[in-house]
């Protein structure tokens, strides 16, 4: 069956008549979901199985769960979980308690996730910030160290398989550094390429073996001084699958941001030539996805081949008293906010 290199979103909570035929024409690889999307459970499961019925295979479904400022999933139908500097302050008072509560906080999120058909997370986060750097990462991250970051991230992508959903790490080769959100304009970071070796790129090599990873819409001067990560192939091969070493299939960030210039089709391409397995686009504008997804290729190759190998590793949750669970993970946490998880 033929797949194109692009994951798409949708408009509302439901499938207009018109979304229908894109997704049955176009052949997204997978699809991402943003609060517009979502009413409650129901809903939810209904959306995602109608979505994989009209692609006519278990397509993946994403969605941006991380917790703190950065959750599409909450109250009423679902727990708030905290942001990432939550697990990083535990990690300065006891380091395997706060590695232990990263881990169930992820299989607790993939429980939500997983009841309702979504089955990859955005997440975790393996920025490391700075001083004076943008808030757009702020207390996402899970600390100010690569060591400290990189070992509740991994905690937390366990816990996300062990929960039978799949991570994404992000924002490869590090977002933490910049001085503007790439959400509205295109940050661009001057540190030597040394600093960001031992600092921001340390961050992400105990990652590497993870099934799939994010881009960032930021420009490394030191290395390239023009493109942005996602568009650039240097940054793309002699860092991302380089130095780092990310074996995992690699998707951009959301193409439709403003830090990215040019026409969708430009970026998209821009994206795959660079080494991109997969462009992602968030938006859910009719006209953008139909641009998009004209100027994204079939899946083949060595990216075809990533993306089998980490749909392989979706499986069955392990068995958990959720119960039991939500109290004991409202218990360690509240060891730093003093309060129990919503």
């Given at each position: 069956?033929s797949?194109?290199?692009f994951?798409?979103?949708?408009s509302?909570?439901g499938?207009?008549a018109?979304?229908?035929?894109?997704?049955?024409?176009?052949?997204?690889?997978?699809?991402?979901?943003?609060?517009r999307?979502?009413?409650?459970?129901?809903?939810?499961?209904r959306?995602?199985a109608?979505?994989?019925?009209?692609?006519?295979?278990?397509?993946?479904?994403l969605?941006d769960?991380?917790g703190?400022?950065?959750?599409?999933?909450?109250?009423?139908?679902?727990?708030v979980?905290?942001?990432?500097?939550?697990?990083?302050?535990?990690?300065?008072?006891d380091?395997?308690?706060?590695?232990?509560?990263?881990?169930l906080?992820?299989?607790?999120m993939?429980?939500?996730?997983?009841?309702?058909?979504?089955?990859?997370?955005?997440?975790?986060?393996a920025?490391?910030?700075?001083?004076?750097s943008?808030?757009?990462?702020g207390?996402?991250?899970?600390?100010d160290?690569?060591?400290?970051?990189?070992?509740?991230?991994?905690?937390?992508?366990?816990?996300?398989?062990?929960?039978?959903?799949?991570?994404?790490?992000?924002?490869?080769?590090?977002?933490?550094?910049?001085t503007?959100?790439?959400?509205?304009?295109?940050p661009?970071?001057?540190?030597?390429?040394?600093?960001?070796?031992?600092?921001?790129?340390?961050?992400?090599?105990?990652?590497?073996?993870?099934?799939?990873?994010?881009?960032?819409?930021?420009?490394?001067?030191?290395?390239?001084?023009?493109?942005?990560?996602?568009?650039?192939?240097?940054?793309v091969?002699?860092?991302?699958?380089?130095?780092?070493?990310?074996?995992?299939?690699?998707?951009?960030d959301?193409?439709?941001?403003?830090?990215?210039?040019g026409?969708?089709?430009?970026?998209?391409?821009?994206?795959i030539?660079?080494?991109c397995?997969v462009?992602?686009?968030?938006?859910?504008d009719?006209?953008?996805?139909?641009?998009?997804?004209?100027?994204?290729?079939l899946?083949?190759g060595?990216?075809?081949?990533r993306?089998?190998?980490a749909?392989?590793?979706?499986?069955?949750?392990?068995?958990?008293?959720?119960?039991?669970?939500?109290?004991?993970?409202?218990?360690?946490?509240?060891?730093?906010?003093?309060?129990?998880?919503?």
């Amino acid at each position: 069956m033929s797949v194109r290199a692009f994951i798409t979103g949708l408009s509302g909570s439901g499938v207009t008549a018109d979304e229908r035929a894109f997704l049955r024409d176009a052949a997204p690889w997978g699809l991402i979901l943003f609060r517009r999307n979502i009413e409650d459970p129901d809903q939810v499961r209904r959306l995602t199985a109608e979505c994989r019925a009209i692609l006519g295979r278990d397509a993946p479904v994403l969605v941006d769960q991380e917790g703190g400022r950065v959750q599409r999933l909450g109250p009423p139908h679902w727990p708030v979980y905290p942001p990432g500097a939550v697990f990083g302050r535990l990690y300065g008072l006891d380091k395997t308690l706060a590695l232990a509560a990263a881990s169930l906080g992820a299989q607790l999120m993939a429980s939500d996730l997983r009841a309702i058909g979504i089955d990859v997370d955005c997440l975790p986060v393996a920025d490391v910030p700075v001083t004076a750097s943008d808030p757009v990462i702020g207390d996402r991250a899970y600390g100010d160290t690569p060591a400290q970051v990189a070992a509740l991230a991994a905690a937390a992508a366990d816990g996300l398989l062990k929960g039978g959903v799949l991570p994404v790490v992000k924002h490869l080769p590090g977002h933490g550094r910049a001085t503007a959100d790439s959400h509205l304009t295109l940050p661009v970071v001057g540190a030597d390429r040394e600093t960001l070796e031992a600092t921001d790129f340390e961050a992400f090599r105990p990652l590497a073996a993870l099934p799939l990873g994010m881009t960032a819409h930021v420009v490394f001067s030191a290395i390239d001084p023009v493109a942005p990560a996602t568009t650039s192939a240097i940054m793309v091969q002699d860092v991302i699958r380089g130095s780092i070493g990310f074996k995992g299939l690699l998707m951009s960030d959301d193409v439709s941001m403003k830090a990215l210039s040019g026409t969708l089709a430009s970026r998209a391409g821009a994206a795959i030539a660079a080494g991109c397995d997969v462009v992602l686009h968030c938006n859910g504008d009719p006209a953008e996805m139909r641009e998009v997804a004209e100027a994204s290729p079939l899946l083949a190759g060595a990216a075809a081949r990533r993306a089998d190998a980490a749909l392989a590793l979706r499986m069955q949750p392990q068995s958990i008293d959720l119960v039991e669970s939500r109290s004991r993970f409202s218990s360690m946490i509240g060891a730093v906010t003093g309060s129990a998880v919503a």
